[in-house]
Every structure is written in structure tokens, then in C-alpha cells.
């Protein structure tokens, strides 16, 4: 299985997304992870949809996507061959016997403590999605109370070869 992180810019229009979701529903494609957002041009939107599967899994995917009339253009990257970061929230329960411990594992992790009361605190972090699972891995002694990520976002690594706008 290998992991693919498509790069759609799409129309910025009701409904895309939908339509766009539905392509890999009919076809029994997983969505691993899916973030949209505007790009600089308010008409236009940049859905990053990170899929695995096969080789002829992921070609088909691509040939699908390009299919469609809202898609204006689809990049597909290998995890090597782009940046990727992903925001992750996260509510845990803790006592003053471990919030010592939690503090210093969010400077080793670059990590911010965002919110705090007696007992919980919001922890923030933004980095790739292999750094935010290994945090919650770490948190996982201590009681996490909730979760809140985004999908991940990717851009192609910087070359020499790009091109000036």
C-alpha cells in the first residue's frame, strides 16, 4: 500500500466538495485525510486529500479527479516529495505530579500550552502528521479528554526548476 497527498485546486463553488468526496465513495477509495480551504484567489479552493492504496489504485484516482469539471489541476506527491503539516488540539486531564513532565515534553516537542485551568489544559502543535501522532502516543499515560486535528496540507518541496509567478 502506498500513500499518495493530492493537490486539487478546484472551482470555489457549493457542492465541489461533495462531488469530489463522492468520486471516492463510488469507487471504494479510502480518504485518509481531506482539508479545503481558499487559496489566493477567492474563486478558487485547494483540497488536499492524502488516499493509499495500490498503484492502480492511486492512477486511478488521479485520472478520476481530472475528470471532473470543477477540478482545474491535480498535483500528486509521494510523502518524500512534499512539506506536510497538520494542527492537532488536545484536552488532557492533569495533576500537579505530571504537569512538569507535560510542559517539558511540549519544549521537546514544540509544542504550546494554549488554555489552562486546575486540572486540564489545551495543547497546540503544528508539524508533520508523524510528530503530532507520536505526541498523542506520549499523552497517552496521561488522560487525554478530546482531540481536534486538521487534515493535513502539502506542498511541493522548493527547487531550483520552479518557476517565478
Do not use: W
Request: glycine letters at 4%.
Amino acid at each position: 500500500m502506498k500513500k499518495r497527498i493530492y493537490s486539487v485546486l478546484v472551482e470555489n463553488r457549493s457542492g465541489v466538495l461533495c462531488k469530489v468526496a463522492g468520486l471516492f465513495s463510488r469507487r471504494c477509495f479510502n480518504i485518509d485525510s481531506l482539508a479545503v480551504g481558499e487559496t489566493d484567489d477567492p474563486a478558487v479552493s485547494n483540497m488536499t486529500i492524502v488516499s493509499s492504496g495500490d498503484e492502480r489504485t492511486i492512477e486511478q484516482i488521479e485520472k478520476q479527479l481530472n475528470k471532473k469539471l470543477d477540478v482545474i489541476k491535480v498535483k500528486t506527491y509521494s510523502e518524500k516529495q512534499c512539506i506536510t503539516r497538520e494542527l492537532m488540539l488536545i484536552k488532557i486531564k492533569y495533576n500537579k505530579n505530571n504537569r512538569r513532565e507535560i510542559m517539558e515534553l511540549c519544549e521537546i516537542m514544540k509544542a504550546e500550552i494554549v488554555d489552562m485551568s486546575k486540572h486540564f489544559m489545551i495543547i497546540q502543535i503544528c508539524d508533520n502528521p508523524e510528530k503530532i501522532r507520536l505526541l498523542i502516543n506520549m499523552l497517552q499515560s496521561i488522560s487525554i479528554v478530546e482531540v481536534a486535528r486538521t487534515g493535513t496540507l502539502a506542498l511541493a518541496k522548493c527547487s531550483e526548476n520552479d518557476e517565478a509567478k
